[in-house]
């Protein structure tokens, strides 16, 4: 039987506590020592991927701590009762299955009197077969000609993670003859976004993917109709061009509205259904069905990982508990995302998605206050960009940021160009080393304004290449690491109760059942 | 005689902090009172923008103590001695004239025998030539055709604000009948970038803009060899494809390698630089010059504007001295811009360098360590995204962050569509007004799961469109805010001493010359 306890209750966060600021990282990466923390601190990952801590803040009395809490917050053992299909989500009384969308990690999960790694294997083979016959001309537009563009409609977690894994993997595509059709996408309600990706395209070889789980999200909805009278001011009949993605019970599911409908549920939150058909249909129609399927071994691969119950071989559990002895011990309130890949460029939005929007609580899964912080502020940039911009702050401001690289050895492009005898690629990876000892170790100076008093923590994520195993096993890291730092404050990661205020006052304005400021805003704002 | 002292020094500083606390604004921002809040703490800004702050945890005791702040932080007497030509930049040794670009605010600055505003506007009126001889076909390629599209190869400064500026007015133009040539961005050192932005052009019809002041930054010469090569395996004569903006001094001026020249200097940093020929080059070719000289009129009356000594109508002083009340007082150490504007889409990331790199210091301007902190991180994204993203964290989460928001009356494209009676814009507006009230007021609930304690703060800017005039505005409402609160914090917000350190090492592992932890992650990364 699991218990499901507070972390300031729980007798290694007591411990943990008492070794706050032990490592003096200036020191300890320093010389040959921080050359054996290098070695030492690593773990593999999936996907070809390795973890390396040794610029955190550890050691390995830290590491025992952490494993301790591991062990007495039975992560472990949480995970499992997730995976094997346990209403973890308890809030809105559901269970939490994105891992299966990749693989089966336990038991068999029966819902709704359904096998739902079966039901989720139909919708991705749907999918597949789906996008075969628009590649093939099977499924064309009213001229027969085949569909050249692929447009996403939707918002948050139905955007910002397909968003992030087509630009990740572009590039890789278009180099590896994986290239099918370009994507698109349109989210916000600003009319001003769709109609910048509709003058973009040619709308009459266009395919438009509607994903709203519910089938009512005002976004979603009103894009959709924007895109309708685009189509039809086009003289093309939108339930040729259109798809949907949706739960069954939706009111798109049997639409006929749509030329196919491809289906999720109540048990994949919106941030982390890019492995579902949420990110399928649009990843297999970009670049074939069997990317996406690579795509979805490498997240499988980096769940089975994250199952191992030995702290130092569970990259995701020791990033997460890295990072909650980073936040609550020693205090830091922000992360910042940094990869050194161009093609990951949107992955930072995704994952700031991902992590405030599952740990931005402050009431534990049943209800309760806590007395302790919980997820961070994420941001970032890809470098070196972000080393021309905010790192100043990073490395010589008041507060102490902890900072998560990552960085291949080889870009996807297969073009580059040798300066200096050195080309692109490696100036780039030689970037990444260096700001890692920078931040850690820092440099004396006489003059104040050029010393850097170091000791700012960072780990990176390390791979041959961002190919859609590496992709996959990246993006599953996180979604792990959320999940467990998560289950360490007790708090639901799986619901957004904090999005709900505003619609309901955005509802009420557009209503004009408005007074006070509400209504004063309004009349600011010309409603 | 000016006189700059650490914040923790002024006793109006001492008198601030025992205002801590004083405004609650669950209860300020309610029924009537809450009305009455919008309509006083407004002020009118540049543009036809205005500033409304009703939400932020001020009321008449705290705007005095911040007024009392200003004048004895000498905060109007400090921009005079900016604007007149005295080395505020005393860590490089430099005076700070980015405000002369577009216009004249106090006396004659002569510097280097020249007087700088007829240097700057002399480089601005040859970018407006050079951008009418392109659109006129008169400088056009080997086969005579018009050049299409322009290429901005330059990174931080030189990349993040005039993409910003461009994305901003990309649809504005295009419905205004401005639009004279896309552009497009090549920044980061990742060859990725360049490969990416390489395949989605035609090179024979594209115009390169080299932009680097000392004409030595790695990643723009790398970049520019990279373009270099690609115009050669084209056919083409790169010399003939690409003009430089750059210093005067620097090896890129005279070279014969380019079609022009265009000149700033050591005065402009890099992210202030997009109202110099850095932003002006591109943009000119993108819109015309008499769109850049609009968006030019809208900053000068937003410099004019920060000239004023009381501070309820200098929404740029205002807006830097709550925030300073924010972060040192209340302790927040993060803030996010929420622009409710798809065009805006990359302005918070151009704020996130001028902000975090002006300010993100530890030390005052005469190199002596301070004991209070300065400038917070910044982030953001466009609203509604954002909503379906990161805002359950700001509503729900353990920490409060100051929120900027940013909404327009108007859309910018001229398309919209009506849904459940309303149209998208409406419905884009109606969620700023909500969700400004939602995050001040929150919401009783007895499921707590469900409440929102509310309190959390936001001013918001608004304006009837999104024009040149009214961006020109706000981005140096953003400049004279930092700038403000560097006077605040005593530091210098014109260097970047932060980013040495990197360069330092990464040129050390291209040239192997490593050991210990930089030797170990070289290898790491396959260097």
Request: proline share 3%.
């Amino acid at each position: 039987m699991i218990s499901w306890k507070n972390l300031d209750t729980l007798s290694a966060y007591g411990k943990l506590k008492a070794l706050k600021g032990r490592v003096n990282l200036v020191e300890a990466m320093a010389g040959e020592n921080g050359a054996k923390r290098v070695a030492q601190y690593a773990a593999p990952m999936a996907g070809g991927l390795q973890f390396n801590y040794a610029a955190r803040p550890v050691d390995d009395e830290v590491l025992d701590a952490l494993a301790a809490l591991a062990d007495e917050a039975e992560l472990t053992d949480k995970f499992a009762a997730l995976y094997n299909g346990e209403v973890i989500n308890t809030g809105e009384k559901r269970l939490v299955l994105h891992q299966l969308t990749r693989g089966q990690l336990g038991d068999d999960v029966v819902a709704d009197g359904v096998n739902k790694r079966d039901f989720y294997v139909s919708q991705q083979m749907k999918a597949a077969a789906f996008a075969r016959k628009v590649h093939a001309g099977e499924i064309a537009n009213a001229k027969g000609e085949k569909f050249t563009t692929v447009v996403q409609i939707g918002i948050g977690g139905s955007d910002l993670g397909p968003r992030a894994m087509y630009l990740a993997l572009e590039q890789w595509a278009r180099q590896n003859g994986a290239f099918r059709m370009e994507a698109k996408f349109i989210s916000n309600v600003d009319p001003d976004d769709a109609a910048a990706v509709l003058k973009s395209i040619d709308v009459s070889r266009a395919l438009f993917v509607l994903v709203s789980k519910s089938g009512t999200t005002l976004e979603t909805l009103t894009n959709e109709s924007f895109v309708k009278d685009a189509l039809k001011n086009a003289g093309l009949d939108p339930s040729k061009h259109m798809v949907a993605v949706t739960s069954e019970t939706s009111p798109l599911a049997q639409s006929s509205d749509y030329l196919a409908a491809f289906f999720m549920d109540d048990y994949i939150g919106g941030r982390y259904s890019s492995t579902s058909c949420v990110g399928g249909v649009v990843l297999s129609l970009a670049f074939g069905p069997e990317v996406f399927e690579r795509f979805l071994n490498g997240a499988h691969e980096a769940d089975v990982t994250a199952k191992n119950p030995d702290l130092l071989k569970n990259p995701a559990m020791l990033d997460a508990l890295i990072g909650v002895y980073e936040r609550n011990v020693l205090g830091w309130p922000a992360t910042a995302v940094l990869p050194y890949s161009q093609a990951l460029s949107r992955f930072p939005a995704h994952l700031q998605q991902l992590d405030m929007e599952s740990n931005g609580k402050s009431v534990n899964r049943f209800g309760e206050g806590i007395s302790y912080v919980t997820g961070p502020v994420i941001f970032g940039e890809p470098g070196t960009n972000g080393q021309h911009s905010f790192y100043q702050l990073l490395h010589q401001g008041t507060d102490i940021v902890p900072l998560q690289f990552v960085g291949f050895k080889k870009n996807q492009a297969g073009m580059d160009v040798v300066i200096q005898g050195s080309t692109s690629q490696q100036k780039l990876c030689a970037n990444v080393a260096a700001q890692i000892m920078a931040f850690a170790c820092g440099k004396k100076d006489d003059n104040p304004n050029k010393a850097f008093a170091g000791g700012r923590p960072s780990s990176i994520i390390v791979g041959e290449q961002l190919t859609p195993e590496a992709l996959g096993a990246l993006l599953a890291h996180f979604e792990n690491k959320v999940m467990f730092q998560g289950f360490c404050w007790n708090v639901n990661s799986f619901d957004q109760e904090g999005v709900q205020l505003g619609k309901v006052l955005a509802k009420r304005v557009l209503a004009h059942d408005t007074d006070g400021a509400l209504k004063a805003y309004s009349d600011l704002l010309g409603i």
